[in-house]
């Protein structure tokens, strides 16, 4: 008998064929503000704003962690919405030091299903960082699937950094369905980056885990936190969903955060197999 997840799944993707971006590379460079950054708990993590590379308009924000093991995660935040996430630096060989590439594993908004790299060149004590990405061909096929998030208290890791930057945060909660049935479970492990209006905002980079019965679902990136009685602490923020497992071997795509009235969150899927 079908899992009330593997339900919703195919009778979704039954009938959501829409029209997504033509196939063919595309290419932006954004530039960072100066950061010194912050190392507390053996990683390295930072935020700062994102400008376009000629005009230096604002563009959004760059952030990313660090480990020690060198793996690493660059969230572009843009004003619009939208993000790209990639992974992972490694030094272009030939090329100066201050020069790595990193895999673009997503992206939410108008650049859904980004597949490509992102190279990061410093000069004058700055990056600028060239995506180059592909989208999904028209006519992809899409798949889309809500489901609320019940979140446990939050588990805090004080690592020591200005102004609680570099704390890591683990959270874990159950996904339950339109009806209030649970249908699988979540967690994430994030890191704060960046924090502002005395704590009451907040900046993460993480990664968040979907468990189902019939397959799991991964997504990472930038997430912005605000205390209930901010301004906007309800406002949806999205995540770049960068694979899957079981039924959802191969997906791709975003899932939007809407945060509700009663402590609860909607968690909105769009994905691709690409």
Known sequence: MPTPARTALLAIAACAVVATPALGAAEFTVTEGPTPGVTAGGAFTWFTGMYALETRNPRGHVMGTESPTGGSTVALAFGTGARIVARNALPVTGSAPAVFRRQVVGGTG??????????????????????????????TKRTTMDYVVRLRPAQTTQNGGAGGVGNRRVIAGTVLDAGGTQVGTYAVDSTLAFTYGAGTYEWFVGVFGYVFADGTLMARGPYQRASAAAPGALKPSGRVVTGGTGAYAGMRGQVVVTPNPDGTSTHSFTLIRR
């Open 110 to 139: 108008q650049y859904l299903g980004a597949k490509g790299m992102m190279v990061s060149r410093k000069t004058g004590g700055t990056y600028a960082h060239t995506v180059t990405y592909t989208l999904p061909s028209r006519g």
